[in-house]
């Protein structure tokens, strides 16, 4: 198998799925990009699709990976690499940084981009390959539209077989990590390790909590629309910023391609799209679960402590806590003075997560 990967001197490998119109992209490079023919896992099980749009005119553009790549850059030496994925013709894309196996694949929470991962980022690269991507739609990825429960699995199995360097180290955080079971249960040969952050789960759906996810994302869809949300996006952008980086300079660029990503109408309309993505799924992923089993590889799952009330965390936690308890191989550990993207509460306690489990993938594999 072709390593899907960026080349040396700026290049990047752009891959083509079966049922695109095969392309090259060179990015600051003379070296063309190489095309590589990506199979297709194909599934009749039901699900529910999303529209997230009526055509590219209305969508809007994916945000330049340029900003992202120069912002994450700056956190890490020697800068990290973007990546293209082909499917259906639309760009799926990713940043990268480190070498060695097995890669780690970053997985986002729920209309959250890349960018997210900057606190765990740099550590993680110091030790090995590392690749944060963006789903469909959100930040530097061009939408799907449909957008359906198997168009994510389907995009992040692919990017998994096609990385190269074998089966990879699965990281996902809140909807992000009840991806990565997913694809976990639908090619476990992909997947070497699982770090599972405060996870989704489909049996914690509190009708309250449905709600108020559904109303505030209508009215900040619609704040954005109207240019008065740019303000808080700023807020969190500083804050998200100040807890990767001391240096004021990578802050900068940190909170330019915050809000380049979250500006972007693909995103806000994908951000909408999941929301009733991961609702209207439930039933199917309940299904999923009852009938799929995890690969017999190292699995760590943190749960967040804060940001809920008591009996609703205890009610989360106990729910992860089962999900570790059913892998053989399983870890549970909740992690203190930490919400629910631990990563940017906790970067130390996620970092050695991923490494432990990382290590122990690494020696699986060469065992």
């Known amino acids: 198998m072709t390593p899907l990967r960026p080349r040396e ?18 990015r600051e490079g003379p070296s063309p990009g190489v095309v590589v023919e990506a199979a297709q896992r194909r599934s009749s099980a039901p699900t529910v699709a999303v529209e997230v749009g009526h055509g590219a005119d ?7 990976d340029d ?17 293209e994925l082909v499917r ?29 991962w900057a606190p765990v980022l740099p550590a993680l690269a110091e030790k090995g390959r590392v690749v944060a991507y963006d789903r469909a739609g959100i930040g530097m990825s061009d939408p799907a539209t449909p957008l359906t429960l198997e168009s994510a699995v389907e995009d992040l199995a692919t990017l998994l077989s096609r990385l190269g360097g074998g089966p990879c180290v699965l990281v996902g955080n809140s909807w992000g990590g009840q991806l990565a079971q997913l694809v976990a249960w639908q090619a476990p040969e992909l997947v070497a390790g699982l770090v599972l952050v405060d996870p989704a789960h489909e049996e914690f759906e509190p009708w309250l909590g449905r709600v108020l996810d ?19 996006l700023r ?13 004021p300079r990578a802050r900068e660029l940190l909170v330019d391609a915050g809000l380049a990503c979250c500006a972007s109408r693909a995103h806000i309309r994908t951000v909408r799209a999941e929301t009733r993505l991961i609702t209207a799924n439930g039933p199917e992923i309940r299904r999923r679960r009852a009938g799929g089993r995890l690969p017999d590889v190292p699995l760590t799952v943190l749960s967040a402590t804060q940001g809920l009330p008591k009996g609703m965390r205890a009610r989360w936690t106990a729910l992860q806590a089962a999900t570790a308890e059913a892998a053989r191989r399983g870890r549970h550990e909740e992690v203190p003075d930490a919400g629910h993207y631990v990563h940017r509460f906790r970067p130390d306690v996620v970092t050695r997560a991923i490494q432990d489990v990382g290590d122990l993938a690494r020696r699986d594999l060469s065992a």
Do not use: H, N, Y
Not at 97 to 112: D, F, K, Q
Not at 214 to 232: H, P, W
């Open 9 to 26: 001197g700026g290049g990047c490998v752009k891959v083509a799925d079966r049922d695109a119109t095969p392309c090259v992209l060179v």
């Open 214 to 232: 559904g109303a505030f994302v209508q009215v900040f869809a619609l704040r954005m629309v109207l240019g008065l949300a740019e303000g808080a």
């Open 235 to 247: 807020k969190q952008a500083e804050d998200d910023a100040g807890r990767a980086t001391d240096d």
């Open 67 to 83: 900003v992202v790549v120069r912002a994450l850059g700056a956190l890490v030496p020697g800068g990290v690499s973007a990546g």
């Open 88 to 116: 259906g013709g639309r760009a799926l894309r990713w940043v990268e940084a480190g070498s060695g196996g097995p890669p780690i694949v970053l997985v986002a929470a729920g209309g959250t981009p890349a960018l997210t």
């Open 58 to 64: 209305d969508l809007g553009g994916s945000v330049d």
